[in-house]
């Protein structure tokens, strides 16, 4: 293992998920949700494609005899991206990307109540601090409070949905995260990426009969590139997982808050408020210390699956 070639793969992962989010926010929500789902889908089926074919022995790295299973997980992601691409259409891209960070704290929840795992008061207690901290994130669009008049305010109903979107995406997210869980102890890597980008794919055709928009040359690059750097992601992420072990790479993935405020900064013109950060930094401080004590617990091994999940489902 080459640890430092790891975190260098999580990192550059982190900016790729963060550029397809980017991308798709540039749509401004012009393009129906699930046409962003299908070009999604079917461009990331190229970089994949790629990679897949330069390991060699494409049939034995995508066999399947769980189907049923990579249909319950790609019905979950697909939530996930559905909703996280709705939250991108109403908040700002470190807004939307902040509430992502709650997904690990749904995962814990349902790993205890779906997988059996004991969770004791530790985790749970990292668990209720990260979600003081996504209130702290919500404060500005649920009207809480306004710190520069110390005075109460009226509910921005357009971010609220894009909240509410975005931790509805959370949770299909970390649902996401456990099914590959239980897909990772017989399939491998390449069947779990690839037949999800297959499903998201047909699922996001099917809403074609709801009405899609045709897109003009802006859109449709956009469109390209999110599935792009989408696809690249997951290779990165994948890649990065051969090089150090899940959880040390695990608090990396904080790095997409970085990237988020640069890429809305200079490319979107957007700054988020200060609330957004420290709320940020609570729920990223919560989910570290979670997998510190995963890892304390040696139990390392279990976050690889869900590290991998985390590019998948955006």
Known sequence: MDPRKGILLKVLAALAATLMAASIKGLNGAIPTGEVVFFRSVAALLPLGIWLGLQGNLIELTATKHFGGHLIRSLSGTGGMFFNYMALAYLPLADAT???????????????????????????????????????????????????????????????????????????????????????????????????????????????????????????????????????????????????????????????????VLIGYFLLGQLPVATTIVGAMVVAAAGMFAVWRERRLGRSLQLAPVVLAEAETR
Do not use: N
């Open 98 to 260: 902040a509430l992502s960070y709650a997904a690990p704290l749904f995962t814990v929840i349902l790993a205890a109540a779906l997988l059996g795992e004991v969770v004791r008061a530790y985790r749970w207690s990292a668990v209720a601090v990260g979600f003081s901290g996504v209130l702290v994130m919500l404060s500005p669009h649920l009207g809480f409070w306004e710190a520069s008049e110390g005075v109460a305010r009226s509910v921005d109903m357009a971010a609220a949905l894009g909240a509410a979107f975005g931790l509805v995406a959370a949770f299909c997210s970390a649902l996401s995260s456990v099914q590959i869980r239980h897909l990772a102890r017989t399939e491998k890597p390449g069947a779990i990426v690839l037949y999800f980008s297959l499903m998201t794919a047909v699922i996001g055709l099917g809403t074609a009969a709801f009405g899609w928009k045709m897109p003009d040359m802006l859109q449709l690059s956009l469109l390209i590139a999110a599935g792009l750097s989408g696809g690249i992601a997951q290779i990165l992420m994948t890649l990065s997982l051969r090089h150090a072990q899940a959880s040390l790479l695990a608090p990396f993935e904080y790095t997409t808050m970085v990237w988020s």
